[in-house]
């Protein structure tokens, strides 16, 4: 992408990150902050499959992998797995409820998730420093 008027598009990207890494840490902490029983029943409520199991797994991809979003670790992974994520929320549980007018939020995080999964973190992300150096596990994120 071409920089316009000297702004460079990777500044775009880091708030798309930010944005939606804040938007999934605040969900997960509601979750623990409700009682993970309650996200493993609503699951349940809704036909989840193993309900005990993916509200908690759940839980804890939205709480930390909104964190690691923010700080721009993994980015591309937690992009794919948050646009799975939304991909069942949105029509396993949103549309059936609520139709189109409904899952809204769930659409357009399905669309950061998978934007920040082509493109990448953008400006000011550990992405962009780990990697470089080395960073043991770098291997597995690109």
């Known amino acids: 992408m071409r920089a316009i008027g000297g702004l460079e598009p990777g500044w775009g990207l880091t708030v798309l990150r930010i944005a939606i890494g804040l938007v999934f840490a605040v969900h997960g902490?509601?979750?623990?902050?409700?009682?993970?029983?309650?996200?493993?029943?609503?699951?349940?409520?809704?036909?989840?499959?193993?309900?005990?199991?993916?509200?908690?797994?759940?839980?804890v991809l939205e709480l930390i992998g909104g964190i690691l979003l923010v700080l721009g670790w993994a980015t591309r992974w937690l992009g794919l797995l948050f646009a799975m994520e939304m991909l069942v929320a949105t029509f396993w549980v949103q549309m059936p409820a609520k139709g189109w007018n409904g899952s809204e939020l769930e659409r357009v995080l399905l669309a950061g998730g998978i934007t920040l999964f082509f493109t990448g973190a953008g400006k000011l992300a550990i992405d962009q420093v780990w990697p470089k150096k080395g960073f043991p596990f770098s291997r597995f994120i690109w």
């Not at 996200?39 to 759940?58: D, H, N, Q, Y």
């Open 29 to 59: 902490y509601a979750k623990f902050a409700a009682g993970l029983g309650k996200t493993s029943a609503f699951f349940a409520k809704v036909s989840i499959p193993l309900p005990e199991l993916m509200g908690p797994v759940i839980a």
